[in-house]
């Protein structure tokens, strides 16, 4: 059964660091995984889509990792700003029916 | 273009009660789903739609039904609601299914349900 685990489940930095957010999967067999941005009291946002071919995606100042070896794939956020204070969920994709998310990472960014 | 959206955004059932959550999406998708989303369990499939008059399971279809008549509607249905089913609703669509390359999900706003 495919597990997403998304470590830590809140973290708290200063305003114009890097860093990195992580999601880990149990089964490696997936077709793709997706990044999300949730605000509070709203929907999902999509950051980034990773296909199973592809290492990485770039989006401005995101950029997304994806080892299906290991299990892991990573957000990085470059500078970071209080307005990616938001929560990140990570969704892997193996099949039609199982669209599994993680519990997400609560991001708070420090001015 | 409005993309996905969900009616109601509130709404407060008593045990019992049956009521009807309607997504609309105007991105002519193929694919629509239906998640709920608790405190720290993430977002879990409840039903999805490959296509204008078809519906499968989830993860957790139990006490819920769905109806996809129009291309561009997916109800989800609560017959006889509970308290376990409170929760928040998103709606979801992508162009093609999960297993293909352009699968983007884009989601709704939710509709946040209270079953006393």
């Known amino acids: 059964k495919q597990e997403v685990t998304q470590i830590p489940a809140a973290l708290s930095v200063p305003e114009g660091e890097n860093l990195v957010l992580n999601c880990s999967f149990t089964?490696?067999?997936?077709?793709?995984l997706q990044w999300f941005r949730q605000d509070p009291g709203k929907g999902l946002t999509s950051l980034l889509l990773i296909q199973s071919s592809q290492r990485e995606q770039t989006s401005g100042r995101l950029n997304a990792s994806l080892d299906k070896s290991s299990g892991r794939s990573t957000l990085y956020i470059a500078a970071s700003q209080p307005g990616d204070s938001a929560t990140y969920l990570c969704a892997v994709y193996s099949s039609a029916s199982k669209i599994i998310f993680g519990s997400g990472t609560r991001l708070s960014i420090r001015p | 273009n409005a993309g996905v959206t969900q009616t109601p955004k509130f709404r407060v059932l008593k045990t019992g009660q049956s009521m009807t959550l309607l997504c609309a999406q105007d991105m002519n998708h193929e694919y629509m789903y239906w998640y709920r989303q608790d405190p720290g369990m993430g977002l879990r499939l409840i039903h999805y739609?490959?296509?204008?008059?078809?519906?499968a399971k989830g993860e957790v279809p139990d006490g819920y039904n769905v109806s996809r008549l129009k291309k561009q509607n997916f109800l989800l249905g609560l017959e006889s609601a509970a308290p376990s089913q409170t929760s928040v609703y998103f709606c979801?669509?992508?162009?093609?299914?999960?297993?293909?390359?352009?699968?983007?999900?884009?989601f709704g706003p939710g509709t946040r349900l209270t079953v006393l």
């Open positions: 089964d490696s067999a997936i077709y793709n």
């Open positions: 739609s490959v296509g204008e008059g078809t519906t």
């Open positions: 979801a669509s992508s162009r093609q299914g999960a297993t293909l390359s352009y699968n983007e999900q884009f």
